[in-house]
């Protein structure tokens, strides 16, 4: 198999096997009209298996929903076919819009134009809870 390197874009590597079409979906990847290769089950010496993906063009990538869906992901600019900085995320303190508070008495069911607001509850068990009502989220 032959994947093109990148002249300018982003690398999205060190995904948990299996949660490429999950991090392609929250980043919207879909309305881009640009290359984007997703790469499955690669073998990897750290991770056993690993996801890739590989995005042909310029991206602002928002980092908190990247952390959140997986904090081991390391995100590499490609400018000129060379990588220019790596990025190692970290959980973040808190997520807007990522998820919608599932409880039906929360203000966020009520007021359909309040965003959705979630904050780390528990960084060892990876747990957030919304801002408003305190529900956990049902992670996916």
């Known amino acids: 198999m032959k994947i093109d390197s990148i002249i300018n874009g982003i690398v999205l590597d060190h995904i948990t096997a299996g949660k490429a079409m999950s991090v392609y979906n929250a980043l919207g990847l879909d309305k881009l009209d640009c290359s984007v290769a997703i790469i499955k089950n690669v073998k990897s010496t750290k991770m056993g298996k690993k996801d890739i993906l590989k995005i042909d063009n310029d991206f602002e990538v928002d980092l908190d929903v990247l952390g959140y869906l997986d904090p ?34 929360c203000i966020t069911s009520q007021e359909q134009d309040l965003d959705h607001i979630f904050y780390l509850a528990n960084e060892k068990e990876r747990i957030y809870r919304c801002m408003y009502c305190e529900s956990r989220v049902n992670k996916k």
């Open 72 to 105: 081991n992901i390391t995100v590499s600019i490609i400018r000129n076919g060379v990588t220019v900085e790596k990025k190692k995320l970290t959980l973040p303190k808190r997520i807007v819009n990522v998820e919608k508070c599932k409880n039906p008495r």
